[in-house]
């Protein structure tokens, strides 16, 4: 099982950063407009950088001529490497931290003190420039987070009840407003079309580049844009709580889930830290002491204990180290909001790499969730209007799919709105109320028609597969609405890329057994359960994990929260998924299509075995590197070139999730 940890309160207290102000060593995903201020700050570290450079050589070039020419240009070429660095480190020290900036300031300072100028300007230097392409790297990372943000809506066009347009902030819009949105505009909240007809541009949520018809009664998704047709819409919930809203939100509280490994190298880290400017301590003495070295001033073949402590101290800190799961995480998490995966933290993303079996429900999974009524009866005939009514007002106060599309079959056909009390959902059977005083069910056949005597109802045939049926009885009026949903095509595609992934696949419906078993025999699936109650389900899912079944369970409704909160990684399907799935999901899939769970798995193993490489290359030359320094093979230079080249290397690996063009293919299979 796993749990999502709470989102802590945003403050301003200084964070554990690894780099000034950006924080790409920490991995953090930050708020709308929190890297607009710093926007570019790169390209004044890299000029921080060159001049550096140029300082540090024209005080090499001129220290035997004009050494106190050449000690001004050293302490200029300090300056600029360290800008970026002194405000770090102070920082921490007044938190009572140490990290590695305050190791490479400390290693600088100790070669200026000995008279090696030179190679504390070109560590000041390697650090400075490294910083620089690692601001840039994450920049670009954050860029693609960043357009999601900026594609936030501002303002919108609201009609009084005399027709009269006025343009309001989205933040004033309120549920029941009506709107007039003209082509090529937002749609600024979530709503429903009232009139007029158009297509939409989902792809910034949903990742889904074909343009999306929309009808009246059709739902709109805030931030997507409308393509051709003036619709009037009607606002099913205020900005905060619209789809865009939901993905910005789990995107600025990723980070603060991390990854288990990721946790592990923080605190590794800084023990770590901690541990090496103690070996280093000791290594000074163990040279001086044991090996004869001079203590702190070099001769002519007699390199000083101190200059090889300060080459122990570079080649044995943890920057590579410590970037190696961040930086891969938050490419992962990166490359998936703007394709429509959004993964609620580094957690979530190592954790679906992991799992074994893919649990699912069927509507709007394997078949195309677009239900639509498809006929009324009644029994006796002649009362199908009066049982439609029953079910459009009932329904109005449910989000299950299915009373979503009795809703819209409602609104269709311009029924009357019954004015429903005492309503209450029945837990896997459906729900009652009173309507004129009297008492009203709607849902499964044996629930509904339980206890009646009208032999009648008993002979009533079973609906096919892909037909799905809602009854309704109020006194002596009975009747049922036929539901169709389709298979998907693909479905059966899908499922077979996800055994070649040696996946188990399963199917946890409410459908009944003959309907399950169709679908078990058309897509090959390994396992189907029907007629589930949501406890049912959420048993089945706790028996998997006992059973060591690390299960992905992928639903979209609230009678799926339970079993998405129990799984392994909960996955709830799509923009239109209820708020409580979403609230209990480790993963969001902004478009109703099961192919782009094979994409995120995909991305989930991916980022892994970038992980993976990245601990391998970090752990490797740090090895490497501080063997060759406690046997004094390797000067500071080459040190610091290992050092940050090291780093370098682990950054630009966990950018290539941003380019993974495998996850697309995958998905479009």
């Known amino acids: 099982m796993h749990s999502h940890d709470e989102a802590e309160p945003h403050d301003h207290a200084p964070r554990r950063r690894w780099l000034p102000r950006m924080g790409t060593r920490s991995g953090e995903v930050h708020a709308p407009g929190h890297d607009h201020d710093h926007e570019g700050e790169w390209k004044v570290q890299l000029a921080a950088s060159l001049a550096c450079l140029v300082f540090g050589l024209a005080g090499w070039g001129t220290e035997s001529t004009h050494p106190g020419l050449s000690l001004g240009l050293f302490a200029a070429a300090y300056l600029a490497g360290a800008w970026f660095t002194v405000g770090e480190v102070w920082e921490k020290l007044r938190a009572g931290e140490v990290d590695v900036h305050f190791l490479m300031l400390a290693v600088a300072a100790g070669a200026a003190a000995i008279g090696e100028w030179a190679e504390g300007a070109g560590l000041l230097f390697l650090f400075s420039l490294s910083g620089a392409l690692e601001h840039f790297a994450m920049e670009r990372t954050q860029r693609e987070i960043r357009s999601l943000f900026d594609s936030a809506p501002k303002s919108a066009t609201v009609l009084d009840p005399a027709g009269v347009e006025r343009v309001v902030p989205v933040a004033e819009l309120a549920a029941g407003m009506r709107l007039r949105i003209k082509p090529g505009e937002q749609f600024p909240v979530d709503a429903e079309i009232a009139k007029g007809e158009t297509a939409a541009d989902e792809s910034n949520l949903t990742g889904e580049a074909a343009p999306v018809e929309k009808r009246v009664g059709d739902a709109l998704l805030s931030g997507t844009i409308n393509l051709w047709g003036v619709v009037e819409a009607v606002v099913t919930r205020p900005a905060q709580e619209s789809a865009l809203q939901k993905i910005i939100h789990l995107i600025q509280n990723a980070q603060r889930n991390k990854a288990p490994a990721q946790r592990f190298t923080d605190k590794f880290g800084t023990r770590y830290t901690y541990a090496i400017l103690a070996l280093t301590f000791v290594m000074f003495f163990v040279w001086w002491l044991g090996f004869g070295h001079r203590p702190f001033l070099s001769v002519e073949g007699n390199v000083s204990a101190f200059y090889h402590a300060m080459t122990l101290l570079v080649v044995a800190s943890p920057c590579a180290l410590v970037l190696s799961i961040p930086s891969a995480i938050l490419a992962a998490i990166a490359w998936g909001a703007r394709r429509g995966v959004l993964f609620r933290g580094g957690a979530a993303v190592e954790q679906l790499a992991e799992v074994k079996v893919v649990a699912m429900d069927k509507t709007g999974t394997l078949t195309t969730g677009d239900l639509r009524v498809e006929n009324v009866e009644s029994f006796p005939p002649g009362r199908e209007r009066e049982v439609a009514q029953l079910a459009y007002a009932l329904d109005l106060h449910s989000n299950h799919p299915l009373a979503r599309a009795v809703t819209r079959y409602g609104k269709r056909e311009q029924l009357a709105v019954l004015e429903v009390t ?248």
């Open 422 to 669: 005492d309503f209450e959902a029945v837990t896997g059977m459906g729900s009652r109320a009173r309507v004129a005083g009297e008492a009203v069910q709607i849902g499964r056949r044996k629930w509904v028609i339980a206890g009646r005597e009208d032999a009648a109802l008993a002979t009533v045939p079973e609906t096919a597969f892909g037909v799905s049926e809602v009854w309704v009885a109020k006194g002596e009026t009975v009747g049922r609405l036929l539901l169709r949903d389709d298979l998907r095509p693909e479905s059966r595609g899908l499922i077979e890329q996800l055994h070649r992934r040696g996946l188990r696949c399963m199917v946890l419906t409410g459908d009944k057994q003959s309907a399950a078993d169709f679908l078990k025999t058309q897509l090959g699936l390994d396992d189907v359960r029907a007629e589930l109650k949501p406890d049912q389900k959420l048993a089945i899912i706790e028996g998997l994990a006992k059973s060591g079944d690390l299960t992905a369970m992928i639903g979209d409704g609230v009678n799926d929260a339970p079993s998405l909160a129990a799984a392994h990684v909960g996955v709830a399907m799509g923009a239109r998924g209820s708020d409580a799935a979403l609230e209990q999901a480790a993963v969001v899939l902004m478009h109703d299509r099961l192919e782009n769970f094979v994409a995120a798995y995909e991305l989930s193993r991916r980022a892994r075995a970038i992980i993976r490489q990245n601990l391998t290359i970090s752990l490797g030359v740090i090895v490497v590197l501080v063997t060759l320094a406690l046997f004094q093979k390797i000067p500071l230079t080459l040190g610091v070139l290992g050092h940050e080249g090291s780093t370098l290397v682990v950054v630009l690996n966990s950018l290539r999730l941003l380019f993974f063009g495998g996850v697309e293919k995958t998905a479009a299979s």
